[in-house]
């Protein structure tokens, strides 16, 4: 499998698995600082690799009227000085091509949403800035499909690709998870990553938002840990329930550092 460097010294792959999180929409610089403040502390003491990640805009709402993020330009400038006070690497989606070279300048790694994972300009455009590409599998692909997926940032020399898994569509508004795409996936040679707040994520359930159901991320990511992954992939608030995005599927900062410590325990159980 290839291993993927982020930052000073994070390699993803190497059967130890980083920590992916953070809120998911910067709704303002307090509550961006304090959650990556917390997590570095939990993930330092546990001693698990940790990337920060919060999108700048959420293209992908239900309604008109959802909040999307403070934009681009705000988006960078707190990204800039999140990496110079807390020292960690950074990862957030793009929705456009145009976005591409404003972010690749700032962060560590360029996510391209479920959604837009068969737009093929937008990731050969991302991976052409030879930052490290990690895909979101949409909900409506099948994990062997990803290959076409590799396939297109592979066109452009670049090899640095990590595959998310966040779950497959089950009738309306309902996601499941079929830990069968993780082997699969993994069998092309690129680390993947389990995403537990979305995979439990109610697409568009709320009418003019998307539900979820939190109480099944622990339990979800202790079995993609057990079948086997090489990162986990969680948003977390420090009160969901007034977030302005998926507030319904993301995690509090009471709720991490136990799950962190149990993904941990079956980490060291499988590598012996």
């Known amino acids: 499998m290839k291993t993927i460097k982020v930052g000073k010294n994070i390699s993803i792959g190497n059967n130890k698995f980083c920590f992916i999180g953070g809120p998911c929409v910067i709704e303002n610089e307090d509550i961006i600082f304090k959650t990556a403040e917390f997590l570095k ?38 990204f800039s000085k999140l990496k110079k006070k807390f020292d960690i690497p950074v990862l957030t989606d793009v929705h456009c091509i145009s976005q591409v070279s404003e972010v690749s300048s700032i962060v560590d790694i360029i996510q391209i949403p479920a959604f837009l ?53 089950f009738g309306y508004n309902n996601l499941v998870v079929d830990f069968r795409s993780l082997p699969i996936m993994e069998n092309f040679g690129y680390p993947v990553i389990f995403d537990g707040t979305h995979s439990v994520q109610q697409p568009g359930g709320l009418g003019k938002s998307s539900g979820g159901d939190r109480q099944f991320v622990a339990p979800l990511c202790r079995a993609a840990m057990a079948v086997g992954c090489q990162g986990i992939f969680l948003e977390i608030h420090p009160q969901p329930d007034k977030a302005l995005s998926d507030g319904p599927n993301m995690l509090s900062f009471q709720q991490v550092e136990p799950l962190l410590k149990s993904l941990k325990e079956i980490e060291q159980i499988k590598n012996g």
């Not at 939990?42 to 709402?61: C, G, H, L, M, V």
């Not at 050969?124 to 396939?151: C, E, H, M």
């Open 117 to 169: 994972c068969r737009q093929t300009d937008l990731i050969i455009s991302a991976a052409k800035t030879g930052l490290p590409i990690n895909v979101k599998k949409g909900q409506f692909i099948s994990p062997y499909q990803v290959k076409n997926i590799i396939d297109k940032i592979l066109s452009v020399d670049n090899d640095n690709i990590l595959i998310t898994e966040r779950g497959t569509s």
């Open 41 to 78: 502390n939990i993930t330092e003491k546990i001693q698990i690799p940790f990337i920060f990640k919060a999108s700048y805009d959420k293209a992908n709402r239900s309604s008109i009227d959802s909040f999307r993020g403070v934009g681009l330009k705000k988006g960078m400038e707190i």
